[in-house]
C-alpha cells in the first residue's frame, strides 16, 4: 500500500471471504491437508506476483520490476521452499506421535526465527 501511495495511486480495500478452518481429510490427517491447502496458495501467491511481474515489464516500467523482484519475489519463493519441506516432512512422519514430533519442530523454528 505505501509503494502504491508512493506512485501516486490509491488503495481500495475489499473484504476476503473467511478461509476454511477444520481441515478434516481421513486419509491424509488435518495437518498434512492443511500445509498442502497452504502450499498450494503459497504457489497461487507466486503465481500472481510472476503475472504482475511480467505486466510491469510489459508495460516497461523498470521500477515496479525492481521492486517485485527485490521485495516480492525472493521471500515469495523461500515461503514456497519452506512449505514445500513441511509437506514433504508431514508425508513421511504419517499420523499421530510423528505429527506431534513435527509440531514441536514448527514450533522451535518459529521461536528461534528460522521459519520463512
Known amino acids: 500500500m505505501e509503494y502504491q501511495n508512493t506512485r501516486g495511486g490509491r488503495v481500495r480495500l475489499a ?9 478434516h481429510h481421513s486419509g491424509k490427517g488435518e495437518a498434512l491437508y492443511a500445509m498442502e491447502l497452504a502450499l498450494s496458495l503459497e ?9 504482475l ?18 521485495k516480492l519475489l525472493a521471500p515469495q519463493v523461500e515461503s514456497v521452499k519452506q512449505v514445500a519441506e ?14 506431534w514430533e513435527f509440531d514441536r519442530k514448527v514450533a522451535a523454528d518459529v521461536a528461534t526465527g528460522n521459519v520463512a
Open 15 to 23: 473484504s476476503i471471504i473467511q478461509p476454511e478452518t477444520e481441515f
Open 43 to 51: 504457489k497461487l501467491n507466486f503465481q500472481k506476483l510472476r503475472e
Open 53 to 70: 511481474h511480467d505486466v510491469a515489464c510489459n508495460t516497461n516500467d523498470a521500477q515496479m520490476c525492481d521492486f517485485i523482484e527485490g
Open 86 to 99: 513441511y509437506v514433504s516432512q508431514l508425508r513421511r512422519v504419517g499420523q499421530g506421535l510423528g505429527v
